[in-house]
């Protein structure tokens, strides 16, 4: 079946704009991550939605991060006010994170690469 | 605070030989889950295996083999007769079994494979 999707794959900004990303997970897939690879700071997780419930924003580096997920599947990710150091590739994941199973595999997307200049 | 370490940054082999990447973490968690991901030059991140924190039985698929000791808290990767197609970067990455569980990555081994 289809994977993740994500869009753009490429972005390129100027500071100060901001700029949205997407994800699209796998269909069934309950649990939805976004992560962040930067030449500096490695992998890093950046928020977490399950279905219905709050999401968990903990890794998110300033409030100028937002993510929201519609209806259970897609997700957009917002820079606001873009800064040089978000250059980096976002990085979508998803996961069935069934009630009954204790593990879970994360499945990537191809990501999205963000160049602010 | 869960941590991956990856203490070898890149490794180049030559083909057919075969090369081992290490891995080492930390958790304070009784149950956890080790994984592998591959991450080829297009970027997409490739699930290779996850094991959990019971089962250690060292797992073989193919010339891909791991084996995971909870003694020494390692949870190394085996390419054997490796190929030009290995050539990759490749992370160890570690998650709890409660909460979010997300993914705590190591930072990753650039596997060079000359042919």
Redesign the interface.
């Known amino acids: 079946g289809a994977g993740v999707s994500q869009s753009p794959s490429n972005k390129v900004t100027e500071k100060g704009k901001d700029v949205e990303l997407r994800c699209d997970p796998i269909s069934g897939h309950t649990?939805l991550?976004w992560?962040r690879q930067s030449l500096g700071q490695?992998?890093?997780?950046l928020i977490?939605f399950?279905g219905n419930s709050a999401p968990?924003k903990?890794?998110l580096p300033s409030d100028r991060f937002s993510a929201e997920r519609t209806g259970g599947s897609v997700s957009t990710l917002t820079i606001q006010r873009t800064q040089q150091e978000d250059s980096a590739?976002y990085?979508c994941?998803s996961s069935p994170r069934r009630r009954t199973s204790?593990?879970?595999?994360?499945?990537?997307?191809?990501?999205t690469?963000l160049t602010v200049l | 605070a869960q941590k991956v370490t990856q203490a070898q940054t890149e490794i180049s082999v030559v083909e057919k030989e075969d090369v081992t990447l290490d891995c080492v973490y930390e958790t304070r968690d009784t149950t956890y889950y080790l994984f592998w991901y591959k991450q080829p030059p297009s970027g997409e991140l490739v699930f290779l295996i996850r094991r959990n924190s019971f089962d250690e039985q060292n797992e073989i698929s193919g010339r891909y083999s791991w084996n995971f000791q909870k003694s020494t808290s390692s949870f190394n990767f085996t390419i054997t007769a490796s190929q030009v197609v290995d050539s990759a970067v490749y992370f160890c990455a570690l998650s709890g079994d409660t909460g979010r569980r997300a993914l705590t990555f190591g930072s990753g081994t650039r596997l060079q494979v000359q042919p």
Request: glycine share 16%; aromatic share 24%.
């Open positions: 649990a991550y992560y490695g992998l890093e997780f977490y399950q968990d903990s890794g590739v990085l994941a204790s593990t879970d595999t994360q499945y990537f997307g191809p990501g690469r």
